[in-house]
């Protein structure tokens, strides 16, 4: 969730240090820091609470210029989000880290240096090893064994990198369950937690295994195992090394990542009409693997477990196989009886969210036939160790609430509906039909988009309200779901979605006429019993606001405000609809003056626990 950058080089690095911390904004943080070591060896730190300009703001005010250095921004986990706990952290006048991740026996190693003589400046549990590593290289270790020794001690997850005073020019970094790769350069050597803070320096990186520590300087690389061996990783070459987020002309990265989605979903289908989904689109080995797929476990966190329950509705209805859909944080940690036959599915934006790899690889040998990540990342870690992976093309999202990513994955799902179907209950008319409804799913979230002034008009009402009640029914209820986290996400109102059956059983008695009601309306087999379930909230003085079919004859009543959509086949509805939930997020955040691209306390990447 926080983001390194480190370099060393044969030209000066402050500059390309401030740059990757730039381009790691988007995954969210609150503090940032940056230490260079200048030509002779001495220590030189800026650190700051709030965002990156801040420090440039430093930099300008007093220049920390050197050849190596390391950056850092912060998603405070132990301690606030102040300059003295930002890193990096320092012990003595020798050794400096950057951490990203948990240390989790902190406290027990916190006592046993205080004990020793070390003071403690920080909230952190970070600065733990700082210290650790300063008493390993007081005792004469080189920077990479005083490294080794200090993570042998290490409990939980992290990634780290390290300078010392007394070796110039070296950075050492090492990884235990969060991501780091190696930027690769001519007489020049980079570290990240993302390649993304790299690709306007270098195009070739190196994606560091588990356990995996290395030692670079501007003309060398070394990499070692957790057994302490040197090992060879091969490099990767990104086309894209100076793709750069640029927000056109919108005011956010929100906005343009919701009007992208036309282009995205495309992207992501890429199949010429008339010709079937392929299931070498799933992967090398993919047809063997789902030849004994009899069920499916949906593994997930956040947005991407929505697009999982909405995925368990196309499984089950068209496809005829059985799906279970679960939070990845309480899977990994239950005892599970699994469904001989059953396929493991791991759907994650990034591809390095911790509990959805842990997840991954807590699972028994022979628990599944085979695991499929649906991801964004190339190379990230989860697209590295799943046997087989869908890769959406989204391209890069900044906004922390997910839009576009979102939306690709149920055109994933739709696909791999329609792999798995062929095999179980999907006759060829069915496959057929699917494939032509994803053809022209770029047209009916066009048109949905086309409502923009009509949902900012809407959005206006919203200002002053605290709470909001989101109802949908069948397919839609995971859709309500997704829309009520995009609203509490960006606008801090306080947002709850139920299925509409749910309404007498408890929620009904938060209804007022200060609770808005959003209810997803399409025209479907269902659409008779919610107009039911709506009366319910209209009748007890609650205020309506209904995105329904145009076909679906509403009336716009004044407490009954009704935004007609598009009509679209049945299939696409969930994906049409969450687009315009998501531009009624949108301006409700836009008109409260929130941060809609990087909100409060949360991350774009959650690569902790």
Known sequence: MCGIVAATAQREVSEILLEGLRRLEYRGYDSAGMAVLDDAGKLQLHKREGKVAEMEKAQQQAPILGHSGIAHTRWATHG???????HPHSSGDRAVIVHNGIIENHEALREELAAVGYVFQSETDSEVVAHLLHRNLVDGESLLGAMQETVARLEGAYSLAAMDTEHPGEIVATREGSPLVVGVGIGENFLASDSLALRQVTDRFIFLEEGDLVRITATSLEIFDRD???VERKSTRIASAVEVADRGDYDHFMMKEIFEQPRA?????????????KDERFGQGAAAIFDRVTAVQIVACGTSYHSGMVARYWLEELAGIPCQVEVASEFRYRRRVQHPGTLLVMVSQSGETAD?????????KDEFVGSLVIANVD??????????????????EIGVASTKAFTTQLVAFLMLTVALGRRAAL????????????????DYVNQTLQLDSAIEALSE?????????????????PIAMEGALKLKEISYIHAEAYPAGELKHGPLALVDDDMPVVAVAPNDELLEKLKSNLEEVRSRGGELYVFADKEASFPDTPRVHVLAMPSCPEVLMPIVYSVALQLLSYHVAVQKGTDVDKPRNLAKSVTVE
């Open 228 to 230: 302490k061996q040197q």
């Open 265 to 277: 979903l495309a992207d992501t289908f890429n199949t010429a009409p008339g010709i079937e989904i």
């Open 427 to 442: 006759s060829e008319s069915g496959q057929q039909k699917l494939t032509e409804a994803l053809h022209v799913l770029p």
């Open 379 to 396: 190379n990230s870690t989860l697209v590295r160790e799943s046997d087989l992976v869908f890769l959406t093309r989204a391209g890069i």
């Open 461 to 477: 009402r919203f200002i002053p309200k605290h709470h909001a009640l989101f109802l949908g029914r069948g397919i839609q209820y």
């Open 356 to 364: 959805t790899l842990a997840a991954l690889r807590n699972v028994g």
């Open 80 to 86: 606030k989000p102040t300059a003295l706990n930002a």
